[in-house]
T-cell receptor
Framework: SQQGEEDPQALSIQEGENATMNCSYK?????LQWYRQNSGRGLVHLIL?????REKHSGRLRVTLDTSKKSSSLLITASRAADTASYFC????????????FGSGTRLSIRP | NAGVTQTPKFQVLKTGQSMTLQCAQD?????MYWYRQDPGMGLRLIYY???????DKGEVPNGYNVSRLNKREFSLRLESAAPSQTSVYFC?????????????FGQGTRLTVV
């Protein structure tokens, strides 16, 4: 099974609301990354959080990491129609830092 | 500034046929990756190459082979295609830096095996 599992699988919210997605993983990690994928396109990197960090911000994005619970969350504030996409977490483990494993993703839909 | 380039963009194969998916990056990255993405699913790692001359299996390597031709190019070969290999294939590259760097993705190859 995959290293990372996202929750929820799908999320539909009104424009302007906040969206929260969660990611759980299984092994000790070096870092955790979040990516966005627009329909039919390649993935685009959003933010990276290192294992010794607990929270990180980038614009409207806020990522938290709880290594004791092996979980991370991605918060998108003041959502916009352009945020409609799938969001994936990805992890790089300590034992194999080059090996990047992706979760199953959350499909986010923003209603106008 | 091309980034990661995959060819072809679309391909239809008959069961049993072979083909090679090409990937090239112009960012001087050490690590390169091949993933597959089935409809409505996440990405699953097929093979990766942490540096020129090395390749390692990922989560789903069966039915595939790879070649790290040089630092720029990483190809994925299907020796005998099966309908279960119908998927979108993504190549990615990353600069090695203690595991703390982002991956850059190509636009994908949509493969259908009939």
């Amino acid at each position: 099974s995959q290293q990372g599992e996202e929750d929820p699988q799908a999320l539909s919210i009104q424009e302007g609301e906040n969206a929260t997605m969660n990611c759980s993983y299984k092994t000790s990690i070096n870092n955790l990354q979040w990516y966005r994928q627009n329909s039919g396109r390649g993935l685009v990197h959003l933010i990276l959080i290192r294992s010794n960090e607990r929270e990180k911000h980038s614009g409207r994005l806020r990522v938290t990491l709880d290594t004791s619970k092996k979980s991370s969350s991605l918060l998108i504030t003041a959502s916009r129609a352009a945020d409609t996409a799938s969001y994936f977490c990805a992890t790089a483990s300590y034992s194999s830092a080059s090996k990047i494993i992706f979760g199953s993703g959350t499909r986010l839909s923003i209603r106008p | 500034n091309a980034g990661v380039t995959q060819t072809p963009k679309f391909q239809v194969l008959k069961t049993g046929q072979s083909m090679t998916l090409q990937c090239a990056q112009d960012m001087n990255h050490n690590s390169m990756y091949w993933y597959r993405q089935d409809p409505g699913m996440g990405l699953r790692l097929i093979y990766y190459s942490a540096s020129e001359g090395t390749t390692d299996k990922g989560e789903v390597p069966n039915g595939y082979n790879v070649s790290r031709l040089n630092k720029r190019e990483f190809s994925l070969r299907l020796e005998s295609a099966a309908p279960s290999q119908t998927s979108v294939y993504f190549c990615a590259s990353r600069r090695e830096g203690g595991g703390w760097t982002e991956a850059f993705f190509g636009q994908g190859t949509r493969l259908t095996v009939v």
